[in-house]
């Protein structure tokens, strides 16, 4: 099983940045992918962004392209979302998930998951 811990989110200005953090635990996801996606109150969850854990080819979700970027460091376990130029409509929580179906955009897909983090952007 894998355990995945977000942290970093909090209160941020439209325009503004952030970065999330993704720490993976347990067994390892380098078959596989992580990704970030993000639940806003009354919506369904939507793709933000998936890294390969292996090879780092990266898929992002229409809405953050250009503004969000996803990394990761293999030596820590560690996936990370930076977000910049941020938006109200950013406005979420935030899960790290891991799938093994490559990039996948689809939240159903998506196996193991952190507990999220909030965001929440201001106008």
């Known amino acids: 099983q894998v355990q995945l811990v977000e942290s970093g989110g909090g209160l941020v200005q439209a325009g503004g940045s952030l970065r999330l953090t993704c720490e993976a635990s347990?067994?390892?996801?380098?078959?596989?992918?992580v990704g970030w996606l993000r639940q806003a109150p009354g919506k369904d969850r939507e793709f933000v962004a998936a890294?390969?854990?292996?090879?780092?080819?990266?898929n992002y979700g229409d809405s953050v392209k250009g503004r969000f970027t996803i990394s990761k460091d293999n030596a820590k376990n560690t996936v990370y979302l930076q977000m910049y130029n941020v938006k109200p409509e950013d406005t979420a929580v935030y899960y790290c998930?891991?799938?093994?179906?490559?990039?996948?955009?689809?939240?159903?897909?998506?196996?193991?998951w952190g507990q999220g983090t909030q965001v929440t952007v201001s106008s």
């Open positions: 890294i390969n854990w292996y090879l780092g080819f990266t």
């Open positions: 347990g067994r390892t996801v380098t078959s596989g992918a």
């Open positions: 998930a891991s799938t093994r179906q490559g990039l996948t955009p689809d939240p159903g897909l998506y196996n193991y």
